[in-house]
């Protein structure tokens, strides 16, 4: 099991910023894709984001969801054995519970979330003014 865990998830006000973080004790997140999806009430887990390995033939490349493209972006700190996901321009629609998960492969693939079997507990992003 790998241990996922997320933070940073808050209270915001529409238009604004957060940043999300995805650390991983005692387990290295360089080798493997990090997804990010959420969650609303009575909504099915969606995909948000997600970021390849820079490990061997790995190029990193990172993919968006059509919603979020432009005004998320995810990231990688190998040193530091994290992946960000930082939101911009937080609008109504992304309020939701945010999970990072991985299936430890290296490359993302664009699976859908029953693909994954390691997620973090999740942390909860609301949009309000």
């Known amino acids: 099991q790998v241990p996922l865990e997320e933070s940073g998830g808050g209270l915001v006000q529409p238009g604004g910023s957060l940043r999300l973080s995805c650390t991983a004790s005692?387990?290295?997140?360089?080798?493997?894709?990090i997804a990010w999806f959420r969650q609303a009430p009575g909504k099915e887990r969606e995909g948000v984001s997600c970021i390849s390995s820079t490990s061997g033939s790995s190029d990193g490349r990172p993919n968006y969801a059509d919603s979020v493209r432009g005004r998320f972006t995810v990231s990688r700190d190998n040193a530091k054995n994290t992946v960000y996901l930082q939101m911009n321009n937080l609008k109504p629609g992304d309020p939701a519970v945010y999970y990072c998960a991985t299936e430890t492969l290296s490359n993302c693939r664009g699976s859908r979330w029953y693909s994954y079997e390691h997620w973090g507990q999740g942390t909860q992003v609301t949009v309000s003014s």
């Open positions: 005692g387990f290295s997140l360089d080798y493997y894709a």
